[in-house]
């Protein structure tokens, strides 16, 4: 094999901006062959617009059974995700699913499970890792030079959306059409990003207001705290509800500050360690001089081209992917254990009971009310505690994995 012939399910926003990624010549190692999606309109733009040795299929499980690829990317409404990665890796193919990985984390331990059984590459598109701001980030932190972190505070307001936004589908922020709201659909990057940087918390205590700013059922305004092992403490704020919002990380180390904001990386370093000059020193209300530097990055910021190349060469080459899909649970959990400390009403520790919040969701889906007068989309989902996939057709979102 000399390229990795991929098949997209879910030609909504994402998915069909993906085919034209593909098209496009910047990912040399990656053919689209074809597409599939429930929906007649996006089958006729497929048709209309792709050429003309693309196929067309009219769900992915026939995309899957056609024999026409060697890989799938996965668009679909969050519940399925974990359905089709399971069937695309059993019917012996490779998998990179958008974000996020499932809604619930006790979805994910089949998936994985079937990966390993099938020997195939389930990866995941958590394209913020190419940023190289964030990678310079992780460089500078995974060095040790700037010592033990201390403190992590992020503040992610910008994802603001109006009313109409939420009204162009019925499905959209409900419980039983997408499972979540800010925490699920705008910020499992920064979730992601805030495990791969600074690990897995082991407590978390977050207010999660549902329909705070918006006429919705799910959260659009979270604050949380976070544990992490070590003694730093976090805290994490996420809103669609603040115009001009907000991209601001910050990261409180021994040996001085680091800030992530507008795409830049700046840096206050201490010349000496707190505990260990500055904590015991003399000086009651020490202030040493400190000039900011601005951290270069290495220009480089791929995004999905990026996770779609290394998706390409790990499957030829057996090089790196930027995320492997067994860890997109870690920042699912996150998610979970935010959405839990809210319902309950006190901290849930790490790992958390990933049996009650399945059955906790469950009830919400249940009582949950798609709304009327908006567009349609449908797709089969699995609201079940057990992981058991439904066979009913409710509403869902087909393969508009919307842009943060």
């Known amino acids: 094999m000399t390229k990795v012939r991929m098949g997209v399910i879910g030609i909504g926003n994402m998915g069909s901006e993906h085919c034209r990624l593909m098209l496009s010549g910047r990912t040399p190692e990656v053919t689209l062959s074809g597409v599939a999606d429930l929906r007649a309109d996006r089958r006729a733009w497929a048709r209309e617009t792709l050429p003309g040795d693309v196929q067309v299929f009219e769900d992915g499980e026939a995309l899957i059974r056609s024999e026409c690829c060697d890989a799938v990317l996965i668009a679909v409404p969050h519940y399925a995700h974990p359905t089709l990665s399971i069937s695309a890796l059993e019917h012996g193919l490779h998998v990179l699913c958008e974000k996020p990985v499932a809604v619930y984390a006790r979805q994910v331990h089949p998936v994985i499970e079937a990966a390993e059984r099938s020997g195939r590459t389930f990866a995941l598109m958590f394209n913020q890792r190419t940023n190289g701001v964030y990678r310079r980030l992780k460089a500078l932190l995974d060095s040790g030079e700037m010592g033990p972190v201390r403190r992590v505070s992020w503040t992610i307001t910008d994802w603001y959306r109006s009313q109409r936004y939420y009204d162009s589908g019925n499905w959209r922020a409900t419980w039983r059409g997408e499972g979540g709201g800010v925490l699920l659909n705008q910020c499992p990057h920064q979730l992601d990003l805030l495990q791969w940087l600074f690990g897995m918390p082991t407590l978390v205590r977050a207010f999660c207001h549902e329909g705070s700013r918006h006429d919705i059922e799910v959260e659009d305004e979270v604050t949380a705290y976070l544990e992490f092992p070590g003694g730093a403490t976090g805290v994490f704020i996420a809103s669609t509800g603040e115009l ?129 007068g908006c567009a349609e989309v449908t797709y089969a989902t699995d609201h079940s505690a057990t992981g058991r996939a439904l066979n009913t057709n409710t509403a869902g979102k087909q393969g508009t994995e919307e842009k943060a």
């Not at 040996?255 to 500055?278: A, D, F």
């Open 244 to 372: 001009p919002g907000s991209n601001r990380l910050e990261v409180a180390c021994d040996r001085g500050k680091i800030v992530c904001e507008q795409n830049r990386l700046t840096l206050w370093r201490l010349p000496h360690s707190e505990e260990t000059y500055y904590r015991v020193g003399e000086e009651a209300y020490p202030q040493p001089a400190i000039q900011p530097e601005e951290l270069p990055g290495d220009g480089q910021n791929p995004q999905h081209v990026g996770v779609i190349n290394a998706f390409a060469a790990h499957i030829l080459r057996g090089e790196p992917l930027v995320a492997d899909g067994a860890e997109g649970i870690r920042s699912l959990l996150i998610s979970n254990a935010m959405h839990l400390s809210s319902w309950l009403g006190k901290p849930v520790a790490l790992p958390m009971d990933e049996a009650l919040f399945a059955r906790l969701l469950e009830e919400r889906a249940a009582t949950s009310r798609l709304k009327e």
